[in-house]
């Protein structure tokens, strides 16, 4: 997994609220057993135009398709992101198409998990914070760039805003080491087995 | 300490205290599907991991396969069988427990796996979908994890979680006549916003609660993560015991006296504590149905479409007028004055034998309103075969509804199958999202007997308006 430390970018605002996984990935794009090729995907509905179900190029009104967001990695958005459906493809479509942080005041709680999991950042910040840094951004997006550090916490920008954020111990850690949940809890095997041996005596229903 | 039912679940599944401040927390069973399942399974296999017990996990066919009579591996979905295949393939290498297409026991995921009796008060249960919170209806702590948390599961039958906050609902009263367990859930998602169960195990309590048969359960507990909970669950009582004896994954003999032991002192103490709690009185809902594309975009069927413009908060104005403009309906229209082009009787919401019984009592001896498109999928197999033991497939394609095969059908896109530009469909279903049922597809989230009724006069109509014997 890629480790997050610090980043500046170009942050877009989608400022929606429930944009759920359905809508960063709809279920027509995810068309192969893979965790690749979803950048395209990400967004399909509202980032492409359609005629009766075919795909008729780009959406030239949607964020993502102005030329000045070109390469934006920070999305700023409203409450409750990646609501729904707990396709971790939205995480793997978000991060494939250049995004490493999301910033919104709350998230879907699967999806804030998948995003720890994948190395793509989900900052909690109040929604006048987001709008301000919205605001800065839309002066000039290319130059108007949005700081993160995970080390210290904050998102600032050279305008002088900066906010702090709280993210849980257990997912900063996993995201500045960029470790693997996996391996990390195969170290604690002894106390796996050490638990079900008791556990059988407690719980032999609970055993198939 | 005086403990909630969730935390005495909790602790009986809490191996260790992780120094970064998560737990590791034992996983008792893991349910897969053909969607994200497949991807899980060939994940690890690349990894080089193996399922550490493979006796715990189980699969099923629900989210490509279509549901059409007489269906195989081929279907209309894009690279749909790769799924189906790569699953069965995957499922056999690593010795799981499959479901498969042809199976008697096949159906959705969440359906099966408490008719299985797989699921069971006080286990932990993780499925790679976010429906799983709907075995929180039978005690268990069961919720929707990703891929990489499934991988997690299989790979060391233990997940790292922080312990969420805890909510109480009471739900207070007496349900009129009429008004379902899927009222209750929009009405709440309604009255809070579809943030507001954000992150919290809710214990669902109440006079209410006390008085719903344990699939209405089971309808409450799905959509808690449409109210964004991390699950849902409620206390097991007689009736869950009674619907869990015999089935065919449950314990039997010493081992069913074990656990019927152990079950009856799982719930909450009488002093514990929960971070929030909320009242909600029952007695004064009416059946609910959602007008926009949130499920807290819904409201009592009496009622009319609100004006985003007499909404304060800037954010919910613009979702409301989005949803306005995408649903192609306009302030102050009343619900029940909205033609339908479609209805669907499906899903893991609502797709139980009482649920198609439900709609049976309101269909029969009547027909479909001309020009809609009526469907129903039964939530398994099982279900299909009783139902039509009971005759209901008859009243359902008597009146004029397709009868399909077990599947998650057109809750989603399942089969590659989804309604078209702009159809306007009543749907028993959870997700009312842009595109969900199909690009431009417009849904309105009710009750099985709302759909019913709804289906048969063209109109999002209030069942009891027909229902004779109710
Ligand atoms: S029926 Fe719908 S909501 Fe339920 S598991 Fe299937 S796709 Fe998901």
Redesign the interface.
Known sequence: MKAFTRHSGIAAPL????I?T??II???E??????QGLGEGLFA?WRYL?E??ERQGENPAFILNRPDYVGASILLT???FG??????HA?WALCEYGFRAIIAP?F????Y??AV??GLLPIKLP?ENIAALAEYCMESPPANRIHINLVDTTVSSNAGDEFHFDI????K?MLLQGLD??D???K?SK??EG??AQ?RKQ?????? | MPKTLFDNIWDAHLITELDDGASLLHIDRIFLHERTGSIALSSMAAAQRTVRNPGHAFCTMDHIVDTFPGRSDETTMPGGKQFITRTRQAAQEAGITLFDLDDPRQGISHVISAEQGIALPGLTIVCPDSHTCTLGALGALAWGIGSSDCEHALATETLKVVKPKQMCVHLDGKLAVGVTAKDIILHLIRTYSAAGGAGCAIEFRGAVIDALALESRMTLCNMAVEFSAFTGLIAPDEKTLDYVVGRPYAPKDEQWEQAHAYWRQLRTDEDAGYDKELHIDCSAIEPTVTWGTSPQHALGISESIPDPAEEDDNSTRLAMQRALNYMGLAPGTAMNSIAIDAAFIGSCTNSRLSDLREAARILKGNKIAAGVKAICVPGSSQVKHKAEQEGIDRVFLDAGFAWRESGCSMCFYAGGEGFAQGERIITSTNRNFEGRQGRGARSHLASPATVAASAITGFITDARRLDNSA
């Open positions: 400022l929606r609220i429930n759920d359905d809508a709809p279920s027509t995810m068309k192969r057993v893979s965790k509905g359609y009766s179900n409203g409450n409750n609501c729904g459906s707990s396709r971790e995480v709350s879907g709680a699967i999806f998990n998948n999991r994948n929604e849980e111990a257990v997912h850690e949940a996996i990390m809890s195969l604690h106390a796996i638990f079900q556990d719980r032999s229903w609970a055993y198939l």
